[in-house]
Nanobody, 120 residues
Framework: VQLQASGGGLVQAGGSLRLSCSAS????????MGWYRQAPGKERELVAS???????TYADSVKGRFAISINSAKTSVYLQMDNLKPEDTAVYYC???????????????WGQGTQVTVSS
C-alpha cells in the first residue's frame, strides 16, 4: 500500500493550508495515522496523530493552530493548518500503521512528503 500526500505549497505567515493523505487500497485495520515534518538540518518530528479511536496528539508548537482528522474508513488523514508561521516551513510526511489483512501485525507506512513553505 502507498500513502499519497497532497496539499503543500507556499503561503504567507498567518495563512492556511490543508494537507491530505490517502492510502492506495483498502485496509483491514488502522491503528493510527499522523503527520510528521522535517525542516532543513533538523530531525523529523511528530506534528499530530490520531488513533482509530479518535484520540489526538499534537506537538506543543502547533496546538491551537493545527487540527488533524481522519475519514470514516480510516484510510485518509487530513491536517488543517491555520495561522501558519515561518517556523512551520518543512517537508510534511504522512504516516500510518496499517494491518492489510486479518491476523497480520500493524506495519508502518510513510507518504512521499509534501513541501510547506511559509514566508514572513
Amino acid at each position: 500500500v502507498q500513502l499519497q500526500a497532497s496539499g503543500g505549497g507556499l503561503v504567507q505567515a498567518g495563512g492556511s493550508l490543508r494537507l491530505s493523505c490517502s492510502a492506495s487500497r483498502s485496509i483491514f485495520s488502522t491503528n493510527v495515522m499522523g503527520w510528521y515534518r522535517q525542516a532543513p538540518g533538523k530531525e523529523r518530528e511528530l506534528v499530530a496523530s490520531i488513533t482509530r479511536y479518535g484520540i489526538t496528539t499534537y506537538a506543543d508548537s502547533v496546538k491551537g493552530r493545527f487540527a488533524i482528522s481522519i475519514n470514516s474508513a480510516k484510510t485518509s488523514v487530513y491536517l488543517q493548518m491555520d495561522n501558519l508561521k515561518p517556523e512551520d516551513t518543512a517537508v510534511y510526511y504522512c504516516n500510518a500503521e496499517f494491518a492489510l489483512v486479518p491476523a497480520n501485525p500493524y506495519d508502518v507506512y510513510w507518504g512521499q512528503g509534501t513541501q510547506v513553505t511559509v514566508s514572513s
